[in-house]
């Protein structure tokens, strides 16, 4: 397994000195402190189901750019993680309901993606092997009986409409003790789950019909400003910056003035770092919806003029997202560049790291050939590599340098755990609220 996961490493074109090296060794010196420091903010505010986020590493800066709490892509993970796969899914299940042994599986609706069912089949057969029973569920009132897909090994994932009986959700012949969402509700909160008694996670409160992606950077930054004060570090250095215009109409060429002032403002602090920091990069900033996911309605921007000179095509691009929700509001982050790359072709990459529960259960490259680094890449042509480092994520070789593989994976182990950390108070913020 040592070799293969060597051969996945990503080359990182820039010099190995400067901030990251640095992050890289203070991580390394204060694994234990940093260990002891997660373990009690998880008893304070106990992790999300799962979640998936997406990091870019500059060189001279690691930070994640989007968090997603009803992650797809489990098929991406690699096989030789699947055992801590399953022990962390009875762990997560165990937490919220002990008694639990019938799950119900909801996806996504409308899915026509043969990646995406592939995801399905793998997150059922991870669940059968920890333990429980599986079925999937359609909240699609004109859902029709049974649908089936087949998957590239041969397995068939069954899809059946949920039905309402009381204050319960079934499928015939079956009532299961806990409701996973595999839908993120982009299109609002489903009536059918509506004061059910039994379990639902991640709640229907934390769908992007409801979610804002600001709330959760503002939970990130301030976990951010913690932990680098806990480990002696610029926050910035693992922290982009953003803000947020609350109320945008593409289509009108509306709150254009909004958006140009937060793009410029933003660039203003880019560059303020990067002569802090003797970085000759161009600044840019990345405007992308406040919700939703599918890496849609997402522009690079790298002059406030750019968002007041878009062309038809553009404003029609940035205007709607997933379900055909309409873009009121975006968020403007500080475009982070991704300096990794992988095979021949010099493809560019930025790791996803996976979390079920609180532990890191591995992740993949996402890799695109035909973007650049400060481009984004979740974007039609993608491709995956699935990595083995979960391992190395919670368990660094202090003998090696710091940016040797495993000491990497492990410094993308902590970015990825302050993310889903900043989900935890995102949803304990909500739920104190509602």
């Known amino acids: 397994m040592g070799a293969q996961h060597l051969q996945a490493v990503p080359h990182l074109t820039t010099a190995l000195t400067g901030p990251l090296l640095e992050i890289e060794k203070r991580l390394l010196e204060r694994q234990t402190a940093i260990e002891q420091w997660f373990h009690e903010r998880w008893l304070a505010t106990p992790a999300p189901f799962y979640t998936s986020v997406d990091l870019r590493n500059a060189g001279f800066k690691l930070a994640p750019v989007d968090t997603n709490l009803f992650p797809a892509g489990f098929n991406n993970l690699n096989p030789a993680f699947h055992p801590l796969c399953m022990q962390a899914l009875q762990v997560a299940v165990e937490r919220l309901c002990p008694k639990a042994c019938r799950i119900l599986l909801v996806p996504e609706n409308h899915s026509r993606n043969t990646y995406y069912w592939e995801n399905v089949g793998a997150l059922v057969q991870l669940l059968e092997r920890a333990g429980y029973q599986v079925r999937v569920g359609s909240l699609l009132a004109e859902a029709a009986g049974r649908q089936s897909f087949t998957l590239q090994n041969g ?41 059910i008694t039994q379990p639902v996670v991640p709640s229907p409160i ?139 072709e010099q493809a560019v990459a930025e790791p996803v790291v996976y979390m079920i529960d609180r ?24 491709q995956f590599r699935p990595l083995a480092f979960a391992d190395s994520c919670s368990s660094p070789d202090r003998e090696r340098e710091p940016d040797a593989s495993p000491n990497r994976f492990y410094a993308y182990g902590v970015i990825g755990r302050l993310a889903a950390l900043a989900a935890a108070r995102e949803w304990q913020a909500v739920a104190g609220t509602s």
Not at 364 to 373: C, D, P, Q, V
């Open 155 to 195: 397995r068939v994932v069954d899809v059946e409409p949920v039905e309402r009986v009381g204050d319960s959700v079934t499928l015939p012949g079956y009532k299961p003790c806990l409701v996973l969402l595999n839908n993120d509700l982009s299109s609002g909160a489903p009536a059918l789950l509506t004061g």
């Open 206 to 344: 934390l769908g992007w019909w409801h979610r804002l992606k600001s709330d959760h950077f503002t939970q990130y930054r301030q976990l951010a400003l913690e932990f680098g004060e806990f480990i002696d570090i610029d926050p910035w250095l693992i922290d982009p910056l953003f803000r947020r215009c609350g109320s945008v109409d593409f289509q009108k060429r509306t709150g254009e003035d909004c958006l140009a002032e937060n793009v410029d403002a933003v660039l203003q602090g880019i560059r303020l770092k990067y002569r802090e920091y003797h970085i000759t990069q161009t600044p840019f900033v990345i405007v992308k919806a406040d919700t939703g996911t599918y890496g849609m309605g997402i522009m690079t921007v790298h002059d406030a003029s750019e968002v007041r000179q878009l062309n038809r095509k553009q404003r029609n691009k940035m205007a709607v997202i997933k379900e055909g929700q309409i873009v009121e509001q975006v968020l403007i982050q500080e475009g982070v560049y991704t300096f990794e790359t992988l095979g021949t």
């Open 359 to 382: 532990f890191v259960v591995g992740g993949f490259y996402r890799i695109h050939t035909t973007r650049g680094s400060d481009e984004n890449l979740n974007a039609p042509g993608m």
